[in-house]
């Protein structure tokens, strides 16, 4: 079982609401993932944290998409005002030294 | 834009058979491949990783990697119900912090 726990399972908004998703990675795990999967399973890379601080992130210069990794708090991913097109599977995962990523359950946010 | 290509994009064999899939990197800086299982409504698990250039077995699993080609393929034999899932293969690189681009999958349905 993933040690990658993820928060909600499940959310569901209206069209411009806020959505918060949580993750706590796995611990002694150095880098963290975000990836959203759509409902035509294609994975998108949206950002990535070592010791709180971004290592590389996609364009978000529609500036809806923040995210941040805090030490001693979980890992979030907001999305200030969601959009129907941002319906999917937020994937969090935390990666070993040696490469493997371990994902969490994901959160899957249905917007309305 | 870097992208990962797996075909196909659906195969059905029947239990007991030989599962084929395939996957290429576009990007010739790949350092490594990963595949991945998810079954439906659950997170991806790792399967395996190739590194070097040939093969490499675990179990009814076996991995191939063409380094020259960028070109990697996942075969599962005496095939069974419960590897019905979606398969994803992953390629990342050192120069690229470790991130994964992920492709498309291949639907494995296992047919009784």
């Known amino acids: 079982n993933s040690k990658v726990i993820q928060t909600p399972r499940y959310l569901v908004k209206g069209q411009g609401q806020k959505a918060k998703m949580r993750c706590i990675p796995e611990k002694g795990h150095p880098v963290v993932f975000w990836y959203q999967q759509n409902k035509n399973n294609e994975f998108k890379f949206l950002i990535n944290?070592?010791?709180?601080?971004?290592?590389?992130q996609i364009d978000m210069t529609e500036k809806r998409f923040s995210a941040e990794c805090p030490s001693n708090s979980p890992c979030s991913l907001e999305i200030q005002s969601s959009e129907a097109g941002d319906s999917a599977l937020y994937l969090c995962?935390?990666?070993?030294?040696?490469?493997?990523?371990?994902f969490g359950e994901g959160s899957k946010l249905t917007v309305l | 834009q870097q992208k990962v290509q797996q075909s196909p994009e659906s195969l059905i064999v029947p239990e007991g058979g030989m599962a084929s899939l395939n996957c290429t990197s576009s990007d010739r800086n790949v350092d490594y491949f990963w595949w991945y299982r998810q079954h439906s409504g659950k997170s991806p698990k790792m399967l395996m990783?190739?590194?070097?250039?040939g093969e490499k077995e675990e179990g009814r699993f076996t991995v191939h990697l063409n380094k020259a080609s960028l070109h990697t393929s996942l075969h599962i034999r005496d095939s069974q119900p419960s590897d019905s899932a979606l398969y994803l293969c992953?390629?990342?690189?050192?120069?690229?912090?470790?991130?994964?681009?992920f492709g498309q999958g291949t639907k494995l349905s296992i047919k009784p």
């Open positions: 944290f070592q010791n709180q601080e971004v290592l590389q």
């Open positions: 995962a935390s990666r070993t030294n040696t490469g493997q990523l371990y």
């Open positions: 990783s190739i590194f070097s250039n």
């Open positions: 992953a390629a990342g690189g050192n120069y690229n912090q470790g991130k994964l681009i």
